[in-house]
């Protein structure tokens, strides 16, 4: 028997994102620099509330994540209408493309950037244009000029791998013009929170324009990638019909209760993100200064880092030294001559910075 599918399915290749699950043999003790989570990790009352409340896994979660809704109505100041709550960010990537985009729907994507976006329109054949770009601020006009009619725009900010940042002003002339051409924007806020020195989110502004679509996770800003748990903040029309598509009891009640714990504590925010500035400067200073890599200025706790050598090999070389970095050599618009650290702990950087100078 002949198993069918659509023809969107036969063509998909899964993204290969970093994590020590992306390599073989796997090890512990490996330092991890290609997760882009926050250097501090988990909170302290997250890892007590989860040891505390391992019996409620015997129950069927709460669909509606009706405590956390709660809490993020305080913690983003929006209407729960406004909100919802998923497996991580991915699962709302993919449940956004389903329900929202369509063969039909011209798809306009700046590269390098997050994978899932592409992949998750192209598994509903929507029709991809692609604008290269290292520096989307740098490009803006031109960029505004290509939104498409009746589409979508897919942004991150800041963006994954290159850490640039675009401004709230920037930001309002992408939305109101797709605004004018009844294009969605959906905009990628994961690192948003993360980014020391200045304030561009423009999650408040869901309550003005109902083509704009904002996408979060307590994955990077509390280091709960394990947990997967992420939310969406949108017009009361566009969460209505993701509300409708989304899996019951997708987001487990181990995850619901980590986000409501992490959710008060925004003091671990702001002591990660004085390590990351802190930290940034220090491995710029220093891999700055060995032969051929060049850092990429960024916005937030990661930095993309063009290099002479082999980005393959570079990391297979510091797999010796117990270190893990990002290959970006799978990035649209990047090639194998690209890798991504995260900043982490200062104890962590210096154990990166003293490899990189022995393979070298």
């Not at 980005?311 to 893990?324: A, C, E, N, V």
């Amino acid at each position: 028997m002949r198993i069918r599918t659509k023809s969107s399915i036969i063509r998909h290749v899964p993204v290969i994102h970093g994590g020590q699950n992306s390599i073989k043999n796997s090890n512990p003790h490996i330092i991890d620099f290609s997760s882009n989570i926050t250097p501090i990790g988990i909170p302290l009352s997250v890892k007590t509330n989860l040891k505390k409340n391992l019996n409620n896994i015997q129950n069927y979660p709460d669909f509606r994540s009706s405590t956390l809704i709660s809490r993020l109505k305080k913690y983003t100041c929006l209407q729960k209408s406004n909100l919802l709550v998923g497996n991580g960010a991915i699962e709302i990537i993919y449940n956004f493309c389903f329900a929202l985009l369509s063969n039909k729907t011209k798809v306009l994507i700046p590269v390098p950037t997050f994978q899932e976006y592409e992949t998750a329109a192209k598994l509903n054949n929507c029709k991809i244009s692609y604008f290269k770009t290292m520096n989307l601020s740098e490009n803006i006009d031109s960029f505004i000029s290509q939104i498409p009619l009746n589409g979508c725009v897919f942004l991150c900010n800041p963006n994954n791998p290159t850490g640039k940042l675009l401004s709230k002003k920037q930001l309002l002339s992408i939305i109101k013009t797709a605004k004018k051409l009844s294009s969605i924007v959906f905009i990628d806020e994961c690192f948003i929170e993360l980014v020391p020195e200045s304030n561009e989110s423009i999650i408040s502004y869901v309550k003005k324009y109902d083509n704009l679509f904002v996408l979060r996770s307590l994955t990077k800003s509390f280091g709960l990638p394990g947990i997967r748990i992420g939310y969406a903040a949108a017009s009361k029309q566009m969460i209505e019909i993701l509300q409708k598509i989304k899996i019951p009891w997708s987001v487990n009640t181990l995850a619901q209760d980590a986000a409501n714990i992490a959710l008060k504590n925004k003091s671990h925010l702001t002591k990660s993100r004085l390590i990351i500035k802190k930290e940034f400067r220090y491995l710029k200073n220093e891999i700055a200064k060995l032969d051929g890599f060049e850092c990429h200025d960024s916005s937030t706790n990661f930095i993309l880092i063009k290099t002479k050598y082999d980005s393959t090999k570079l990391q297979q070389k510091l797999l010796k030294h117990k270190i893990l970095i990002r290959d970006c050599k799978n990035f649209r618009g990047l090639n194998n001559h690209y890798i991504r650290i995260a900043v982490k702990s200062h104890k962590d950087n210096l154990k990166l910075v003293r490899a990189l100078e022995i393979i070298t």
